[in-house]
């Protein structure tokens, strides 16, 4: 597998303009997570999804996020309007059923968004 | 609230030399602890962690970690660095039930010189 795949790599954007973001989990993986890297804040889980439903969007900063998973192989985290404090990299990453034996979430390579 | 703190913004050390990237935490009842790498413009990758068991955890790339529960402390340790070992660390925490909620430190810079 060519583990999880984030697209684009870079995103530069005006503000007000709609951002979306994509992420390919690993096939098989059951559980997708979506975070938000930056100086201020460090890695914040912003969005998780089990088995494509949403589990828990308490770490979505504002109604300008969303995120949707319509099958197993594909999310989207999307914000609009966009504004300059979203600048960050954005993180997607997948595991299995995480259990004491297995705890490994599989991290993508993440997709910078600078809007400016 | 659970946490976990690093207090070091960057460790330096020279190759051949012992290294040690430090993390306490503050997590009610029993922690489940983890510590993960981050190479230049790659996502994160899992080093190990700790769910119960040995205080002492060993995990890939010859790194180690060892649990103190009196000093809350989760220190992520190596006997030699290599200047590949250079890379932002962060020590993670879960949170409520499951592992499926990381709560992560701010990250330490490791910098190896050769």
């Known amino acids: 597998d060519a583990g999880v795949i984030q697209s684009p790599r870079h995103e530069v954007t005006e503000m007000g303009q709609e951002v979306t973001l994509r992420c390919k989990p690993i096939?098989?993986?059951?559980?997708l997570f979506w975070y938000r890297q930056t100086m201020m804040r460090g890695l914040e889980l912003l969005i998780y999804?089990?088995?494509?439903?949403?589990?828990?969007d308490s770490g979505m900063p504002e109604d300008r996020f969303s995120a949707k998973m319509p099958n197993a192989s594909f999310s989207t985290l999307k914000i609009q309007p966009s504004e300059p404090r979203d600048s960050a990299v954005y993180f997607c990453?997948?595991?299995?059923?995480?259990?004491?034996?297995?705890?490994?979430?599989?991290f993508g390579q993440g997709t910078r968004l600078t809007v400016v | 609230a659970q946490s976990v703190a690093q207090p070091e913004d960057q460790v330096n050390v020279a190759e051949g030399n012992p290294l040690t990237v430090k993390c306490t935490y503050s997590v009610s009842g029993n922690p489940y602890l983890f510590w993960y790498v981050q190479y230049p413009n790659r996502g994160l990758q899992f080093l190990l962690k700790y769910i119960t068991g040995d205080n002492l955890v060993k995990g890939s790339y010859g790194f180690e970690a060892e649990f103190n529960k009196s000093q809350t402390s989760f220190h992520l340790k190596k006997p030699s660095a290599l200047v590949s070992d250079s890379a932002l660390y962060f020590c993670?925490?879960?949170?409520?039930?499951?592992?499926?909620?990381?709560?992560f430190g701010t990250g330490t810079r490791l910098l190896v010189s050769p």
């Open positions: 993670a925490s879960s949170r409520g039930t499951g592992f499926q909620k990381l709560v």
């Open positions: 990453a997948s595991s299995w059923i995480l259990t004491d034996m297995n705890t490994e979430a599989f």
């Open positions: 999804f089990n088995n494509n439903v949403p589990i828990d």
């Open positions: 096939s098989g993986h059951d559980y």
